[in-house]
């Protein structure tokens, strides 16, 4: 050994990374814990979060009888913690404990727990263990490409891994399901089945009673009310200094010196573009607020009259609303240049807006245009029940009438090997 001094550094540096020791702690657990029948580990966005998917999941189960002598877990990063647990509240989400991510209870979890759920990836160390019982939902109809088809997917490794590992694969539609296990390429390595079942996030724009009650408690029953959620454009060289968040703040200028008093526009920016500067000029604007922090995005979306976005698969959902949708996409050119996407912008049936005041333009107008096939194509399986069907099914065993489909395999014992993210 040249330099002793340097190794032990390196290796207590080692020692103080908590994925290191998760890692390590995670091998042991999984050669030496039992499967726990009762006991159900949830995880949104890398544990980021409590949204979409998961959080519908988990409104549904913790409130339904059939559930309650399971044990119910969610991770969570520490520093997430205070985010999470308004919405737990505001979604009357109980009796789930949160866990802290690559700690030793959340290793324990990972290692044991017989239902995992999550709607992106687990970490790459997990692996799936005989017994255990793995939905991912995943988060979106892609819209983007993806996998093979992307050439700037740097997860590919460990979201490949994952959904190879799952025993059911959710898709809210066939196209959906055809593009990821293609571009994930799960035929012939995969022994897991896709579902063909509605997001269960989808299910909130089916409850009118909801929207109602947010819409009086907000008071904006006397007001036009529309959401704004574009995609984030820069890169994680960039963050806080992109010159997409100049763009962006010089159109929500021009939108909040435009709209009226009876009017109000909420926002939802990507985490990643959502830095102290924008943050501050957001708090400064009439018209503009953010969403509520203390809601689930989807949640309060539902009370919106008009979604506008841009490159977002989030038009797919809120296509269920009827309600009216405005692409808004000021850097097209720029952006298709860069991105590749599965369908084309100017096929879709909705309007597009390149300047703020065609944008309100076609925000004060009514809905002109004919969404039935897309509706028919993207969001036929969308139902109000969709987290009764997919969990009731995947959980207790109970056929819920849902499209469930062998992933197509050779019939061959396979070798699977994980290089990392490469």
């Not at 006991?39 to 009888?65: C, R």
């Not at 590992?165 to 089945?193: C, W």
Request: net charge negative; glycine share 4%.
């Amino acid at each position: 050994m040249k330099n002793p001094f340097a190794y032990l550094k390196k290796v207590r540096t080692k020692m103080k990374d908590p994925y290191w020791r998760a890692r390590c702690d995670y091998i042991k657990y999984y050669e030496t814990l039992p499967i726990e029948e009762n006991v159900i580990l949830l995880e949104s966005q890398t544990g980021t979060k409590i949204d979409g998917n998961i959080y519908a999941i988990l409104k549904y189960i913790t409130n339904d009888e059939k559930y309650s002598n399971y044990k119910i877990y969610l991770s969570s990063w520490g520093r997430y913690v205070k985010t999470i647990n308004p919405i737990m509240a505001s979604g009357d989400i109980k009796n789930t404990e949160l866990v802290i991510y690559n700690s030793d209870q959340y290793v324990r979890l990972l290692a044991s727990a017989k239902y995992i759920i999550n709607d992106a990836t687990f970490p790459g160390y997990f692996i799936k263990k005989e017994g255990q019982v793995y939905i991912n939902t995943w988060h979106g109809t892609p819209l983007k490409n993806m996998g093979k088809s992307s050439h700037n997917d740097v997860f590919f490794g460990n979201v490949q891994k994952n959904l190879v590992s799952a025993d059911y694969l959710l898709s809210p539609n066939v196209f959906t399901k055809e593009v990821m296990v293609r571009d994930y390429m799960l035929e012939n390595i995969s022994q897991g089945h896709t579902v063909l079942c509605g997001y269960p996030r989808n299910s909130l724009f089916f409850n009118k009673e909801g929207r109602e009650a947010l819409r009086t408690k907000f008071e904006l029953n006397d007001k036009r009310v529309y959401a704004y959620m574009p995609t984030w454009r820069g890169t994680v060289n960039d963050i806080g200094n992109s010159k997409n968040d100049t763009y962006l703040m010089y159109y929500l200028y021009e939108l909040d010196r435009l709209l009226t008093d009876d009017e109000v526009l909420y926002i939802n920016i990507h985490p990643m573009a959502m830095h102290a500067k924008n943050d501050v000029q957001i708090k400064s604007l009439k018209h503009i607020k953010k969403f509520p922090a203390e809601y689930d995005t989807y949640e309060f979306l539902n009370i919106t009259d008009v979604l506008i976005t841009d490159y977002s698969s989030v038009f797919f959902d809120y296509a269920n609303t009827r309600n009216k949708i405005v692409l808004f996409p000021y850097d097209k050119a720029d952006y298709l240049e860069k991105r590749g996407m599965y369908l084309n912008m100017d096929d879709l049936p909705f309007p597009q807006a390149f300047d703020a005041q065609t944008l309100l333009d076609e925000l004060r107008s009514e809905k002109n245009y004919d969404d039935t096939d897309f509706i028919n194509t993207y969001c036929n399986y969308d139902n109000i029940n969709a987290s009764q069907q997919l969990c009731d099914m995947a959980i207790l065993g109970m056929d819920t009438g849902l499209e469930v489909e062998k992933i197509p395999d050779n019939g061959k014992e396979n070798v699977f090997v994980y290089g990392g993210n490469l």
